[in-house]
Every structure is written in C-alpha cells, then in structure tokens.
C-alpha cells in the first residue's frame, strides 16, 4: 500500500510541470498529501475503495513544486 504522495526531479520555476495520477482503489488506505498540494476546493478528495474503481487526479506547479494545484479529474469511474 503507497500512502504517502512524494514528487521529484520537478522542474526549475518558471517551468510547468503536470502530472495525472490513476489511482486504482486508493479509498482502502488513507493518503497523506504534502501540504504543497492545494486542491480546487480546498480539501483532498474522498477516494474510492471498491475493488476495481478509479480515481484521476491531476496537479500542475509553475513555482519548482512549491505548490501543486490539484483538482480531481474523476472519482470512482
């Protein structure tokens, strides 16, 4: 189980950077987000935890990973 969200190698700032994250059943474990990352609606999302569900999540920085701005892109598809 992956329960920590890390990011590295991102780019200097001044330079985007996006990344999508497929998250199979992520529900089952509770994930700890840095506090880098800042959601669209202020609070992390619920993930699914029914065997097979999907979560998309995608984050993008402009400032080398300082902030990472996150929105759900779907939940439990």
Same mark, same amino acid.
């Given at each position: 189980s992956i329960t920590t969200v890390a990011f590295t190698n991102v780019p200097l700032a001044g330079n985007a950077m996006k990344i999508t994250l497929v998250m199979t059943s992520g529900g089952i474990f509770p994930v700890t987000w840095p506090a880098s990352v800042k959601f669209n609606n202020g609070t %992390?999302?619920?993930?699914?935890? %029914?065997?097979?569900?999907?979560?998309?999540?995608?984050?993008?920085?402009?400032?080398?990973?300082?902030?990472?701005? %996150?929105?759900?892109?779907?939940?439990? %598809?």
């Amino acid at each position: 189980s992956i329960t920590t969200v890390a990011f590295t190698n991102v780019p200097l700032a001044g330079n985007a950077m996006k990344i999508t994250l497929v998250m199979t059943s992520g529900g089952i474990f509770p994930v700890t987000w840095p506090a880098s990352v800042k959601f669209n609606n202020g609070t %992390a999302p619920t993930l699914s935890n %029914a065997i097979g569900k999907i979560d998309t999540i995608e984050m993008f920085t402009v400032d080398g990973g300082v902030t990472w701005l %996150a929105s759900t892109y779907s939940l439990n %598809a």
